[in-house]
């Protein structure tokens, strides 16, 4: 499967932006998705991910009730629209599918994704 994010760009703190990744997949929807980020010169880490059905979501501690992940199984894609943005949130998204199939709950793991897309640059200003 393929997947393309797209939607980064630069905003001042507080702003806003809402990251999109479409998947090639036509049983995309069986299958849990996860959006994860990386900073200049640290690790991959867990933002958000929503179950296949997209009943169940989790989110990182740093950005529980700002950010939203959702999907849209019947255009086969996945979305991040994440609010009050901090400088601490500059990084670059990617998105991921979790490869095991009707999984009942949403891996927080990174290791348990693959099909990384290509990823897209968010800039948070003070």
């Known amino acids: 499967v393929q997947l393309q994010a797209s939607g980064g760009g630069s905003v001042q703190t507080g702003g806003s932006l809402r990251l999109s990744c479409v998947a090639s997949?036509?049983?995309?929807?069986?299958?849990?998705m996860g959006w994860f980020r990386q900073a200049p010169g640290k690790e991959r880490e867990f933002v958000a991910a929503?179950?296949?059905?997209?009943?169940?979501?989790y989110y990182a501690d740093s950005v529980k009730g700002r950010f939203t992940i959702s999907r849209d199984n019947a255009r086969n894609m996945v979305y991040l629209q994440m609010n009050s943005l901090k400088p601490e949130d500059t990084a670059v998204y990617y998105c991921?599918?979790?490869?095991?199939?009707?999984?009942?709950?949403?891996?927080?793991?990174?290791?348990?994704?693959?099909?990384w897309g290509q990823g897209t640059q968010v800039t948070v200003s003070s």
């Open positions: 997949e036509l049983t995309f929807s069986k299958y849990n």
């Open positions: 991921a599918r979790d490869p095991r199939p009707y999984i009942g709950v949403a891996s927080t793991t990174l290791n348990y994704y693959d099909s």
């Open positions: 929503i179950s296949w059905g997209g009943r169940i979501t």
